[in-house]
């Protein structure tokens, strides 16, 4: 049986779209940074599929890939050290608590 | 690999040297010289302004098999984007100064000028990849200067929901662009541009909307727009006035470029209403939500959700006429929103006060703030002869340019009624500031002499801009 494109687009998708309920309907804050690394690995299969089936003689999306993995690893960083932060000064990481600016 | 290349960069570099002295000196003078340190960012921000102007009349070059280029169209962008960051320096240097920022004042400059070089290759860039390495270098140093303020809970708030939701419609953009770069075959401008020809499908339209989708949120477009009070109220006033001219007129230029380089070929097939819808609401929206607003920075975040939506609207007349109408209303914008921004800061510095019923009887105890304030909003509505007045002006002539079709009167018309919607908020802040009466005003101060200039710079730019016609002419023979 052949692998084709379609074999590795279809998981992408649906980890892409398992990313965004995650993102929309939990309310821990790092639960939802899983759901956003979720999104972008998604992403990531499909620049890499995309380019390994449709255009082999071509690096563009391996690149682009790894730069992807790189700019993923940084924003998280940056996001779990904003966490930490909030945690310090208010003891909870729940979203749903996080709304004293409303009116 | 041929080295010289990277000569193409000059703004970029003049700006990398800037970030660099910043940062050595913030790095290795002892706590006495610290104290230098904002003002030798000033000053060579300034020398990297003046050197953008010098550059105004460079070819147009391309570096990095294409991947870069840049162009006096650019060049005079840049330009804009550095005078405005010039300003927000400037005005920042009495709260970089203060109690609680002071030990760690230089990393407010050197991610403030990260975040600008960011944008300049964002602008810059004529290839995917190039793109989003910029788009993240402007927005990632964006989210910790959120969380600046490190005493402050909202500061923390604001950030934690700035962050999330730039890394939220970054998986989006990029998700649209794996899916743009499946139908093409590359990632440059150009390239995408003949590959996509003759492709359009229901995998182009999707991509498209992830991309516009993506843009949304870094313009805060209604209805991408949810994070943009919280995140403007909780960052410290300085970060906010970064936030909603500089980071939001550069997203704008980027979002010009790659609508009209990449997709232009799809504009009727696939865009235009997805375009059209987006002015409708984000000019509406942000408008009745302002109205409801008490507390200073959240009411100009919702007004500079509607200014967005005209920024939109001189994207929409795709034309040299629409980049320079463009250009100008983002450099007005600049003017007008910062010296707003700078009367809120100069009071929250001297008072702590951020509330729209504080300022009632401010003109008896401090005239001349008041004065600036109802400069900045005159320009904002849009009166005449202050520029905003301009600004809109050649927004709508450059939408209807050349151009019968209904839906852009209709579009234009909307746009219209809603600048009436918007003189009756702006104007409560006059109102407050000159006729209602209040049994404890803010009692009269004395701004910090770097406030006084940054405001003077902005009014400045406010009357000098509507009266001169001399920058709108030269913008438009740059573009032309």
Redesign the interface.
Known sequence: MDITLIWYLVPALVM?CC?VYG?LTRRN?IA??IS?EL??N??DI??VV??RY??PH?M??W??TL??IA?AA??TA??I???I??FR??KNID?RD?T??K? | MDYSQFLALKQEIGLLIVFLLVFLTDTFADKKSAKAVPYIACIFMLAQTAYGFFLSHAPATEAFAGMYATSPVLVAIKNILNVGTLIVLIQSLKWTNSEFVAVRRGEFYELTLLTLLGMYLMISSRHFLMFIIGLETASLPLCALVAFDKHRYESHEAAIKYVLTAVFSSAILLMGLSFVYGLAGTLYYDGIAIGLMGQMGVMLAVALAFVIAGFGFKISLVPFHLWTADVYQGAPTSVTSYLSVISKGSAAFAFLVVLTQVFGAFYADAWEWMLYALIVLTITVGNLFAIRQTNMKRFLAFSSISQAGYIMLAIVGDNAMGISALMFYTLVYIFSNLAAFGVIGAIENATGKVDMTDYNGLYKTNPRLSFTMMLAMFSLAGIPPFAGFFSKFFVFTSTLNGTDSAALYVLVLIALINTIISLYYYLLVVKAMFINDSEQPIATFRSACSERLGMWVCVAGIIGLGIVSYFYDYLLTVVG
């Open positions: 892409f990313g993102f804050m939802m940074l956003l999104m972008l998604a992403v499909n620049f995309f380019n449709l255009f071509s563009e999306g690149m682009f730069f992807g700019i940084a924003e940056l996001a050290a904003i966490i932060n909030l000064v208010s979203v996080a004293k600016m009116n």
